[in-house]
């Protein structure tokens, strides 16, 4: 008996439901010349945008990186030197292994460094942080800021805290908005580098400096140990060999001294003795630090990643714009759908207070 009053009640249930979406549709349906208004004035909104909205320009740098690093053989050899306290480069890099690479093009610093760069636009010098803040009109957001309203970062010494705070803030919406980097596949070591900016030749000159700036600081990092090591070790051969060409004069000039020495006075060879001895140790010694100094150069070599540029960002670069298509459609859109939503939750809300 239960389920037989159950049955009945679900079925009004739904029955209510169908009901009531025939009513909201017969609703919107006599509102119908409303909703057509909306969708146009949406539509007329839209294409609006789509003209006034300048056009986003994307440049793209591509490259290769080859970071291997030294390996087989030579590893044996880095082995073998270290145990005789010899450091001719390889092992682990730390912050300069992997994918590091990546997160080198999000530091402030590299960004930075870049924005603080002076290049020529349309025929007169200026910083790429102070083109960045004309084409993206800033200073109209600061004319109640007379701290910001006439900033000027051409000073070329220490920031100041107000320069800086703004070079952050620059930073953080390049990162979050402007320059994206990629590496798509995993098993190819291939990047991709874009900036996107309404000023398309911001964007190209930026992407150019980011992308030299952040190679050349990756390729120091990558080889600053090897050259010290190399450093090190020019500095010892040239010692030696200054060593021994004094040690190889000294045995010369003992012997012009006494070139007929008294057999009898074994004392007078002490000299030109020592002086041999000196050669041949430091000629031995220089024997090794010659071997030593070619592997740390073979290491070196070994150690400089390879970067090879396939793609630069070259004028016109690629544009994309909001099509008037697109603006009329989504326009119409959101014009009709929202202005039902209104009609129903006004109607919703006005049989909830009767």
Known sequence: MEQSKSTPASEISLKEVILKFNDWAKYLFSK???????AFLGSIIG??????KKPVYTAKSVFALDDSGISGGLSDYAGV???IGLNIGGGNNGLFSGDNILELYKSRSMLAKALMTERIFEGRKQLLVERYIDSYKLRKNWT???GLENISFRNFGKLSLIQDSVLNEIVKEINKKILSVSKPDKSLNIIYVETKSTDQLFAQVFNDLVVGNVNDFYIQ????KALQNLAVLQHQTDSVRRALNSAISGVANTIEVNPNPNLSRQSLKVPTQRKQIDAE??????????KSLEMSKVALRKETPLIQVIDVPVLPLEKTRFGKWKGLLIGGFLGGFLSSMFLLFRKMFSEILK
């Open 144 to 146: 109640y800021n007379p």
């Open 81 to 83: 030197a270290s145990m």
């Open 32 to 38: 119908w010349l409303w909703l057509l208004g909306c």
């Open 47 to 52: 294409i609006t945008y789509s003209i006034v």
């Open 281 to 290: 140790a430091n000629k031995a010694i220089l024997v090794e630090l010659v």
């Open 221 to 224: 990092g990558k080889t600053k």
